[in-house]
């Protein structure tokens, strides 16, 4: 499915926004929630590269991807999440999936002082990425997320179909600039 598909699932709601990152205690998964598996892939960093997302809710699959001809792998991993969250109607819960460290530590770490830092690392650098940060931020309060880090390729199946549908999204663009 291409990148512009959206309002999924239309009928899951939760009690209402979350803080930014917020990862939910406990091990056990949100009954009722949406998974969602995410990476992102680049052809040289920077270079051509591609994110893909693999949403499940209720026995239902969609899969997104997209690219961009010139960008870099992290920020590849970023859109993939902000893609998938925004393919989702209304709020809900739901459990990401990622095997992006930068991704997952940024959103639940360390974003909160960058955010009380203006934007500015510890070391007063701008935040590489700033405007994808902004973005999931924003994305994230809609939702109750819980967050799960995956090591990547090492075998775990819907991981491994994110990173194909990245890879798809890089190659779509040189079907289009060919």
């Known amino acids: 499915m291409a990148a512009s598909a959206r309002a999924w699932p239309a009928r899951h709601r939760t009690s ?3 803080a ?3 990862v939910v205690s406990g091990t056990a998964q ?3 929630a949406v998974r969602l598996f995410t990476d992102g892939a680049c052809k ?3 270079g051509p590269g591609g994110w893909g997302a693999v949403l499940q809710f209720g026995g239902h699959e969609k899969e997104l991807f997209g690219g961009e001809a010139t960008t870099t792998n992290n920020r590849m991993e970023l859109t993939a999440v902000i893609e998938g969250l925004n393919a989702l109607k209304r709020p809900c819960a739901v459990e990401i999936t990622t095997d992006s460290q930068y991704v997952k530590n940024g959103i639940t770490q ?5 955010k009380q830092n203006g934007w500015r690392t510890a070391a007063r650098k701008p935040v590489k990425n700033d405007d994808l940060w902004r973005r999931l931020d924003e994305a994230v309060r ?14 775990h199946a819907e991981n491994e179909r994110a990173d194909a ?5 890089i190659e779509q663009l040189k079907q289009r600039s060919s």
């Open 16 to 18: 209402g926004p979350r």
């Open 20 to 22: 930014a990152g917020e």
């Open 30 to 32: 949100v009954a009722d």
């Open 44 to 46: 040289g960093n920077p």
């Open 110 to 114: 360390w974003i909160h002082n960058w």
């Open 142 to 155: 809609q939702h109750q997320v819980t967050w799960h880090w995956v090591k990547g390729h090492s075998g």
């Open 165 to 169: 549908l990245a890879n798809r999204g």
